[in-house]
């Protein structure tokens, strides 16, 4: 039985996205260097959320990644390597509830939520992911010693 894990969209950027700055070019060297190994892997299936789905392709798209690869990743996403779990309205409800109490964006919460009993483990350098409303799965910093958050630069922990 293949196991569930959860890439979180900085990954994905900084996998897909070619760096701009020298000082940032190791985090997109080790997150691709992740991401081809847990693809690779047959025993791993890489979940998401309907939300972070569209949040990926619309972060790439807002990057600069090519319509092309855009449009295959979103077919690649219906085939088995990947497993896309619904947004419900109940995840909603309760991310919404989280975020308030937490102080961390709604964002995050959509996009791990759909999945808790799912994944084991989630691939993210962004550090809200150690807050313990995600301790529902082990969480593993594929870029460390870098942290990654929305609209702050890359930091050295």
């Known amino acids: 039985m ?13 996998t897909f996205v070619k760096p701009t700055e020298d000082e940032f070019v190791e985090i997109h060297l080790l997150a691709k260097d992740t991401f081809e190994e847990l693809l690779a892997d047959k025993d ?3 979940a998401m959320s ?5 949040e990926i392709i619309e972060v ?10 855009r449009e295959g990743l979103i077919k690649d996403f219906d085939t088995g390597k990947f497993f896309v779990k619904d947004l419900t309205f109940d995840a909603v409800r309760d991310a919404l509830k989280d975020a308030a109490k937490s102080h961390i964006h709604v964002y995050d919460y959509l996009v791990a939520y759909p999945l808790k009993n799912i994944v084991e483990r989630i691939y993210s350098a962004d550090d809200h992911f150690q807050h313990e409303h995600f301790r529902y799965a082990e969480v593993v910093n594929p870029v460390m010693p870098w942290v990654l958050r929305e609209g702050i630069k890359p930091f050295r922990e």
């Open 2 to 14: 293949p196991s569930y894990i959860l890439i979180d969209t900085n990954i994905w950027h900084f």
């Open 60 to 69: 790439l798209r807002r990057s600069g990644v090519d319509l092309k690869t």
């Open 44 to 46: 791993i299936r890489v």
């Open 50 to 54: 309907a939300y972070q789905a569209g």
